[in-house]
């Protein structure tokens, strides 16, 4: 089966780097087939007959060894990959004018009701839930208004991995 692991906080200000080489190298002694990574943020694309749970409890494991931090993985199928992605409205863009992301969900945080949750302005802002991730998009000109960048502080955006929608849109394809 084809899967996707994203992994959380990778390579995102100064903690937890991981050389995306290495990250292959590590799924590839794991036992992983066809494995490519994609950016340096922490997707990794690969094969197993494992299931979810197994994989990310070994890739977990593995990372703590070797980064010496504890990094939580997110995988899915390739088919919620793509169910996610095609549920992002084909309009929503990252350009000059909008902004577009999706969050992934870990599973205690995988509900509708954390959209009213998160201090976010939803006047300013458009966002959708999905079993599995929440995508949300906003102008530009809005960003400040909509209160987004208070996410990061939150306590769930400790239970979600969040890429732009150009990666979430690659990763599904």
Same mark, same amino acid.
Do not use: C
């Given at each position: 089966?084809?899967?996707?692991?994203?992994?959380?906080?990778?390579?995102? $200000?100064?903690?937890?780097?991981?050389?995306?080489?290495?990250?292959?190298?590590?799924?590839?002694?794991?036992?992983?087939?066809?494995?490519?990574? =994609?950016? +340096?943020?922490?997707?990794?694309?690969?094969?197993?007959?494992?299931?979810?749970?197994?994989?990310?409890?070994?890739? #977990?494991?593995?990372?703590?060894?070797?980064?010496?931090?504890?990094?939580?993985?997110?995988?899915?199928?390739?088919?919620?990959?793509? #169910?996610?992605? #095609?549920?992002?409205?084909? #309009? &929503?863009?990252?350009?000059?004018?909008?902004?577009?992301?999706?969050?992934?969900?870990?599973?205690?945080?995988?509900?509708?009701?954390?959209?009213?949750?998160?201090?976010?302005?939803?006047?300013?802002?458009?966002?959708?839930?999905?079993? $599995?991730?929440?995508? &949300?998009?906003?102008?530009?000109?809005? =960003? +400040?208004?909509?209160?987004?960048?208070?996410?990061?502080?939150?306590?769930? =955006?400790?239970?979600?991995?969040?890429?732009?929608?150009?990666?979430?849109?690659?990763?599904?394809?």
């Amino acid at each position: 089966m084809k899967y996707v692991a994203l992994l959380r906080g990778v390579n995102v $200000g100064t903690s937890k780097r991981i050389d995306m080489k290495s990250l292959k190298a590590l799924f590839e002694r794991l036992g992983f087939l066809n494995v490519s990574t =994609y950016i +340096n943020s922490g997707n990794v694309l690969f094969e197993s007959e494992k299931e979810i749970e197994e994989i990310n409890n070994e890739i #977990e494991r593995e990372l703590k060894e070797e980064a010496k931090e504890e990094i939580r993985v997110l995988t899915k199928t390739i088919e919620q990959m793509r #169910e996610i992605a #095609e549920s992002i409205p084909l #309009e &929503w863009v990252n350009d000059e004018e909008q902004r577009t992301d999706v969050a992934y969900l870990f599973e205690e945080a995988n509900r509708e009701e954390i959209i009213q949750e998160l201090p976010i302005k939803l006047e300013y802002i458009r966002i959708k839930y999905i079993n $599995g991730a929440i995508m &949300w998009n906003v102008e530009r000109k809005d =960003y +400040n208004k909509s209160q987004l960048n208070k996410i990061i502080s939150h306590r769930l =955006y400790k239970q979600m991995t969040v890429r732009n929608v150009n990666t979430a849109r690659y990763l599904a394809s």
